[in-house]
């Protein structure tokens, strides 16, 4: 099927976020026009501000959560709290989200909204109230007087928290999350200073907080995600057919180079460099690289992502390049295959929300041993960010555990890549261990279950032989 119709029959089934905003759909523009994409990540925006946010500082006590922000140092977080037209920071901007509800005397019922204070810096769209000053400060840099443009927020800052008087001040400090380590030196520095003693001691890490409200995405986005999704899968499909691949002609490289041009060409970005590889029989995968040439009987493998509207995929289909006389991958290949299927489905087995990534590992990793899978187990969370949020269920390296960013619990409401091998001898192939690599994203519910974000490669994408 070609492009133009999985793209509209992705517009067509997905009647609930059509139903929001009427986008300008065309295969070259198969989200909308940038205004319209705005337009949809505003929505995003105010959702998550006024629900996600306020749920997430109530369960982990945070008063009051403080973000400054200098331009081109722009925190983790800074995406997740800024309009789509915002993209970078504006000299210095202090973010201030304070809970009224935790207040004391507040009633423990208290449902009030957040007050959310924009110091130096726009409303993004009236989701903040902004309140700027102008006025510059002089201080003795270098043996000699100089004017700070911006640290006049610092006591803008300390006017407003000393109105609201905060049980504690909560910032973006770890060592364990970049998420959550946005703070920078020089900008604690001044907040310390501005603050005093007094209000200093109120400071406590947001680790957590930055990292589930980062991490936390909405059922809208949802099913936009699931659009983005088929635009991948039907891209792959394209990448590992004979509109792409000529046995004999095409190479490694001219295949990775087709992904990059085709996202380019559709107005879309990339978090990063495609990879595609070859597995051939009888032949080392440390002798096949970007310059060889695809021939028929390959195996092929491909790592590739996509960014729209401020999300990213992150996704690892498998093709074969069908022989004279094949029309399908020898069972040999299928069987490989459906063995990587099984542990995504022992991923989804033992993934479930209020277990840390590391439980999940260790569960899972018990299951691959009875079940004799010879694989590797190490899924990330993804969304805002390509290697998202969120705990780490193992990594290639890490396969007892991550200390850390293992320890972080899944939630309900976050989204996953699903990556992982497995590695199976081929007899086709005289035993030849044959390693499918497979990556899916899903999304685990509100209800705490694991679903595909579309669906998964169940069989390979086949090159056959151009008619």
Sequence with gaps: MRLARLLLLAAATASPLAAQ????????????????QAALQQQWLQERMTTVLPALMRKHKVAMWVMPIREYNEDPVFTSITSATTFAARRRTIYVAFDPCSRAGAP???????????????????????????????AAVGGQQAELWGDEQWNALKAEITKRNPKNIAVNVSRTWAFADGLSAGEYEGMREALGPALVKRIVRAEALAVDFIATRLPAEEQFYRELQALVHALTQRMFSNEVITPGVTTVADVLWWWRQAVNDLG????????????????SSDQLGESTVIQKGDVLWCDVGITALRLNTDTQHNGYVLKDGE??????????????????????????????????????????????????????????????AGPLIGLWDYQDGVPGRGDHPVLANMWFSSELQVTTPVPEWGGQPVRIAQEEDFVVGADGTPRWALRRQDRFWLVAPKP
């Design 268 to 283: 879309l970005g990339t978090w990063f460099q495609a990879n595609v590889s070859v597995q051939r029989q009888g032949v």
């Design 108 to 138: 423990a019922t208290c449902t009030d909204k957040l007050e959310l204070i924009a110091l130096g810096g726009s409303s993004q769209g009236g989701v903040w109230t902004a309140v700027r000053s102008t006025k510059s400060v002089k």
């Design 21 to 36: 905003l009427p986008l300008t759909r065309t295969p070259q523009r198969p989200f909308g026009t940038l205004r319209e």
């Design 327 to 388: 029309t399908d991958a020898p069972a040999g290949l299928r069987a490989a295959l459906k063995r990587s299927n099984r542990l995504q489905d022992i991923l989804f087995e033992e993934t479930r929300p209020g277990r840390t990534g590391n439980e999940v590992l260790k569960a899972v990793r018990a299951k691959m041993t009875a079940e004799g899978l010879d694989g590797t187990m190490y899924s990330h969370p993804i969304g805002m960010h390509g290697h998202g």
